[in-house]
């Protein structure tokens, strides 16, 4: 069954230094979304992207997050610099655009742990 | 935005019993899924149900979209079977943002 990769899958990272996530969809899914869980609670939308343009990112803090999907195939998440309160769950998701009926796939998230 | 609301919060079972876990949401959605998330973290895709009845092995769901719930039913439960579940909604056009649930944390015991 395809999956979605994601590495690293934990990374520890001192606070005010840079991490980055990277994410690579099943193949033919033209629809990538970045999510972040907070321990405890649900995952919640940061970035999504319909090919190499972001269609929603109105939850990413872009004073310090960016994400890209240069040819829109796999994607980069950054965090610079990070902070304490980033500390969470990152979680890359793809689907198929249309037809529907197929649901969102998940990978295996990266855990961050900012010290 | 939309309000999902997920019951109950925690639910401990013996091996074999059988439970229901509940989804509430606030508004018409166009899709409905429930997610297992196994104790590494990853969530694993249990059904895409935006209407009606699906099975698959012991578990089963039902959503009543005109009534804004979802039920998942859990029957013969296996201690594999521990970890949380979600309910996510989506609204809007085909592929927009998934809003997820509080989850239900379930622990079967042996």
């Known amino acids: 069954e395809a999956e979605v990769a994601q590495s690293p899958r934990y990374k520890i990272t001192e606070k005010s230094q840079a991490v980055a996530f990277w994410c690579d969809p099943i193949s033919g899914h033209a629809t990538l979304y970045w999510y972040r869980q907070i321990l405890g609670q649900g995952p919640e939308l940061l970035v999504q992207?319909?090919?190499?343009?972001?269609?929603?990112d109105s939850q990413l803090p872009k004073d310090r997050f960016s994400a890209e999907r240069l040819k829109g195939v796999d994607s980069t998440l950054k965090i610079q610099p990070a902070e304490l309160g980033d500390s969470a769950m990152y979680l890359c998701?793809?689907?198929?655009?249309?037809?529907?009926?197929?649901?969102?796939?998940f990978g295996s998230g990266t855990r961050l742990t900012v010290v | 935005g939309i309000q999902v609301e997920q019951s109950p919060p925690d639910l401990i079972l013996q091996e074999g019993a059988n439970s229901t876990l509940r989804c509430n949401f606030s508004?018409?959605?166009?899709?409905l899924q429930w997610f297992h998330q196994n104790p590494w973290g990853q969530l694993i895709n249990l059904f895409y149900?935006?209407?009606g009845t699906k099975q698959n092995g012991r578990l089963s769901a039902t959503t009543v979209a005109t009534e804004r719930y979802s039920l998942l039913y859990i029957s013969s439960s296996q201690t594999t079977d521990s970890g949380v579940y979600f309910c996510a909604v989506e609204q809007g056009t085909s592929g927009s943002r998934l809003t997820f649930g509080e989850g239900t944390q379930l622990t079967v015991n042996p």
């Open positions: 998701a793809s689907s198929k655009a249309t037809p529907r009926g197929y649901g969102y796939t």
């Open positions: 508004d018409s959605v166009n899709n």
């Open positions: 992207f319909q090919d190499e343009s972001v269609v929603d």
């Open positions: 149900i935006p209407s």
